[in-house]
């Protein structure tokens, strides 16, 4: 009976710690401003790494691949960002207390292997292909846009200042990077003056 009640007592010694770490975590998310979009910023964050990734083998094929100076100095010159908002993202889930993890990101998946059926598509029309690469760029472009413009958002409603910076600065380099996608296309790769 009474060995019994020792290893009850000792059940819900060992028990306690493990209960109050969960209150804890639960607590934190539900204490910070709109705490209920705690996980759903981390999953993007994750889905986001991903896609950065992968995208530093796709833009290596598109430079490979452009005939204009200014377009591969431009898929070169994103290449560069890129790797820095990679460095961005680890610093956004330091800022929130987590250690850095990827996850695949099914649609930049979807739009690289679309940009290499254009690149295999249009091969022999060197007139095209610039255009071409400059629309696959620019559905990863705004892809990405769209997922720090709704990551910019979370953070500044769970009132993360450091990450919500971070993500703003890595916003504005991909907005300019379609910008300039643009100004390229309108100047050299759909008039024929490219090659
Ligand atoms: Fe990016
Ligand atoms: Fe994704
Ligand atoms: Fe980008």
Known sequence: M??????????????????????????????????????????????????????LKGLKKLSTAAGSESLKTAFD???????????????????????????????MEGLLEEADEIVESFQDQPEVLDAALISAAQKVEHYEIASYGCLVTYA?????????????????????????????AMTEANTGAAV
């Open 2 to 55: 009474r060995f019994s009640k020792t290893i009850f007592s000792l059940g819900l010694f060992f028990c306690k710690p493990l209960k109050i770490k969960i209150m804890a975590t639960q607590n934190n998310n539900q204490d910070m401003p709109n705490g209920h979009l705690h996980e759903l910023f981390v999953d993007e964050l994750r889905d986001i790494l991903g896609a950065e990734r992968q995208l």
């Open 77 to 107: 010159t994103h290449y560069t960002q890129t790797e820095g908002q990679i460095e961005r993202l680890k610093q956004v889930f330091s800022s929130i207390g987590l250690s850095a993890r990827g996850k695949k990101c099914k649609a």
């Open 156 to 184: 500044k409603l769970m009132e993360h200042s450091e990450a919500k910076e971070l993500l703003a600065a890595t916003l504005a380099e991909e907005k300019d990077t379609d910008s300039l996608l643009t100004e390229i």
